[in-house]
């Protein structure tokens, strides 16, 4: 954001996050934008993979996964196998169904290109939010500079767009899908003195924010699932009531019995996936705290001294004074990987956010975050966690009911290395 605007949107920043709050946490609007998510997945994940040659390559994840065949067509025509890149593949899925659902249908069709340079800003977010300048001589910067000016057009492009639909008709163009989280932002951002240009950086933080980080999350969840197969096991059991699916030439699932379905269909349940799945949330948790790099920002606002943790048995920690007006980072990930907190904390284990609350009716076992802060934390927390845990869950859920992965050439998949990234790491490799 431009520093001319940054002072003014600080004063705003209260009514900013209650536009959030209002349009991505609190009901109806959850429920509608997380159903819209949902729908669209339905609609993606059977299509996810081609199942025919030649492959069309029609949808945008299949080029950037790389898709091809390299297994035999089986005898009714269904492919075998294909490879595939999983981390685009998964990135690139999820966007083309939260997006439209966000931002409405029509927003990838007008600009097709967005996605890829909302990624292509994100691998250096990190710098340029530090500050960086942008004369800085270094490649990957100035082609994220690029890319991060181009989103910014083309959201002001469609902002402009989208006011002018709320006095009529805009030709060819439909907005009555946008979300009510958008819908707030923008009536927020009228309230304001920060003009047309500004207020493309504003929408910037929002639709960055909404695709940078539970694309990740999810590619994490199905690698590690996936590359352990007693896990695998247990969550296709426990995801089974809510996540139902129809094959092809059977009864469809809205349709009268004499009907058929041409392709798989598929219905998920948030609510029970969200209520009901302990062991697959157990495993977003344990896949945020060790694949997630929050950091949090603050100002201190008077001198204090920060005491270790006498509580802590063994505890090393010593205390530091905290001066007014200084600024305290806050890299919420190191408490993640701290054996304090989290025992063996390099070992992958979803179990360790699983409590058993046995009653005398109805024994459960539940799901407890702790410490954990894969969203910051105070007033500045992730406004869209709801969303996005419901979100990657279905997706995750859809992914595993249709489809079954394993290393090329019947190699054992393994889990790739981090690569530190805005908030979610990246992979090493795709």
Known sequence: MHPKWRQEFGRHLPQFQKSIITGLMQEPALRNVVQSVVQNMTATLPHLIPTSAPIPQSEPWEKSSNTHIFATLQDHGVVSAAEVDLFPLVRDAMGYCAIPAIMGKGFLEDFPMVMNDLFEFDQAFLPLVSGVPSWTPIPSIRRAIRARDRVIRDLLTWTSDFKQSLGGPVTGKDFSDVSEVMRQVI?????????????????????????????????????????????????????????????????????????????????ISVEGLMGSCPLLKATYFECNRLHSRPISFRTIANNFVLRGDGDIQNSSRTSHFLQKNSYLYIPHFLHHISPDYFPDPDVFKPERFLVNNPTDKDPKVTVDAKTLRPYGGGVSMCKGRLFAEREVMAFVAGFFALWDIEGIGGAKLQVPGNVKASATARPNNN
Not at 199 to 227: D, Q
């Open 187 to 267: 009536t927020m951002l009228d309230g304001t003195s920060i003009d047309h240009e500004g207020g493309g950086s504003v929408i910037l933080i929002v639709f960055w924010a909404l695709n940078a980080n539970a694309n990740n999350v999810a590619f994490w969840l199905i690698i590690r699932i996936a590359t352990d197969a007693d896990l695998l096991s247990r969550i296709r059991s426990e995801i089974e009531p809510y996540v139902r699916v129809l094959e092809p030439g059977t009864t469809t699932l809205d349709s009268e019995p004499s009907s058929a379905a041409t392709t798989a269909q598929l219905r």
